[in-house]
């Protein structure tokens, strides 16, 4: 009766569902746009999916979190857009180099520290960096936080 008893506890154990660990933080709010600091008082964050392609041109993310750590671990996927004149796949590997849509993408990951609840995300328009759209995903502590698509136009 007792071997009979375990077995059904045993069982029992291993058909519940995992019990998931409670989030270590709750997003709030999550907005993409562009960066001004012409102001030197003042960082200004004007929401937009549209960022001027202009070198040096600041944008990014801002998200409000509701946290009790102190830091964030927060990972970034960046699908990189093809660059204007790509060559085809069939182009010789001494013309260029052709980088396959997959391979396309960067990815970042750091801790950020919540200052007055919010966690931000800046990059800067590069020199060389082609217009075009762009997904990125910010992932925190290992779970979604907020998805943008949005587009460097000339």
Not at 43 to 53: A, M, Q, W
């Amino acid at each position: 009766m007792i071997r009979k008893t375990l077995i059904l506890l045993a069982m029992l154990a291993l058909a519940a569902p995992a019990v998931a660990a409670p989030a270590t933080f709750e997003v709030i709010s999550a907005e993409f746009g562009t960066f001004d600091d012409s102001n030197p008082n003042e960082l200004i964050f004007e929401p937009t999916l549209l960022i001027p392609h202009k070198v040096g041109q600041r944008y990014g993310w801002i998200i409000e979190v509701r946290t009790g750590k102190r830091s964030l671990s927060v990972r970034e996927e960046y699908l990189l857009p093809e660059r204007a004149g790509t060559p085809a796949k069939d182009a010789p590997v001494e013309d260029s180099l052709n980088i396959p849509n997959q391979r396309r993408s960067q990815v970042s990951q750091r801790q950020l520290v919540p200052v007055d609840g919010k966690i931000y995300g800046e990059w800067a328009i590069g020199p060389n960096e082609p217009a075009g759209h762009r997904h990125l995903k910010v992932v925190i502590e290992g779970q979604p936080g907020a998805s943008f698509e949005y587009d460097v136009k000339q």
